[in-house]
């Protein structure tokens, strides 16, 4: 790929991410609201449905970013690694990144290690069995269980869809729509979280509705839920741009859905916090040395970052 010379206005480039994120949310009611279909018949068909209209919105999103985004493409390769589709370097970008994350869950991967051990020690006092045979009981369990998360539509939504179709829209598709109009990387690390950020606004009528909340009570909700996804969403695009790779922020994206909101302490746990601490305090010391773009790309023409975003900004 060439840059081809050209760039976004601004504005223009701002308009095209405010637009994808209103295509990603109001898409999810066009079942209803204008194909006129019945309401779903259960939360299962109500998933498929919003699956689908996730699907294409993200499909949508990236063909047009396509052709919007001012860069001349030879080859089809070559146009989805602008989306950080490549397959080069592909165990550093799902590794490092996860390990990098993982360190702001010390205090909580400490709390699920007390918490196994204790329930080992509980099993093996009752008389039912070593730690051998438990880990066998494990194994041989592992296959239903996977059977049974690969029917559930919750298992889909949370570690395939969602973070999937997120991450191609307001990761691969904002990203370099944001460079190419000319702001900084900074600056994109900033402002794509705002949209990610909004896209979940939609979620204060369905909280309203579906637990009888108040719109108060709701909106408390929702405004923790946002501060969340602002504080990820900028971590996310900060693995994208420094690595190049969407495969990155995918995985940090899955992780932190399993895993959920960090543990910072717990009363009956006095390693819990010192263990979050020591985790938070290696990430930052780790944040700019395990990204560094030379290990997720090859040097060339002298540029850091990958397929020339350096001179996008």
């Known amino acids: 790929m060439e840059d081809s010379g050209g760039s976004l206005p601004k504005p223009v480039a701002v308009l095209v991410c405010i637009s994808m994120t209103l295509l990603y949310v109001a898409i999810l009611y066009v079942p209803t609201l204008v194909l006129r279909l019945p309401p779903p018949s259960s939360y299962k068909v109500l998933m498929i449905r919003r699956f689908i209209c996730a699907a294409v919105s993200a499909i949508v999103s990236v063909v047009f970013c396509a052709f919007i985004l001012p860069t001349r493409i030879r080859k089809a390769s070559s146009l989805l690694g602008v989306y950080g589709i490549r397959m080069d370097h592909i165990w550093q970008a799902v590794v490092f990144p996860l390990l990098l994350t993982s360190l702001m869950y010390t205090g909580s991967l400490v709390l699920k290690t007390l918490l196994v051990a204790k329930k080992w020690k509980e099993n093996t006092s ?31 939504r949370t570690f395939v869809v969602a973070p999937l179709t997120e991450e191609l829209v307001f990761r691969a598709c904002m990203i370099p729509l944001l460079l190419c109009g000319g702001f900084n990387v900074y600056a994109a690390i900033f402002l794509s979280p705002i949209f990610f950020s909004l896209a979940h606004l939609n979620h204060t009528m369905e909280i309203c509705s579906h637990y009888n909340y108040s719109l108060l009570k709701a909106s408390m909700i929702i405004g923790h839920k946002l501060g969340y996804t602002l504080v990820f969403g900028s971590y996310a695009s900060f693995l994208f741009i420094r690595t190049g790779h969407l495969v990155s922020p995918l995985a940090a994206h899955i992780f932190c859905n399993y895993m959920g909101l960090p543990v910072i302490f717990v009363q009956s746990k006095g390693l819990v916090t010192p263990a979050f601490v020591a985790g938070t305090a290696a990430f930052v010391l780790l944040l700019f040395p395990m990204t560094q773009p030379d290990l997720y790309n090859d040097r060339t023409d002298n540029c850091r970052c990958w397929h020339g975003y350096c001179s996008w900004s």
């Open 126 to 156: 009752r008389g039912h069995g070593p730690l051998f045979d438990s880990i066998k009981t494990i194994l041989r369990e592992f296959p239903c269980r996977m059977l049974s998360a690969a029917s559930n539509v919750s298992f889909w």
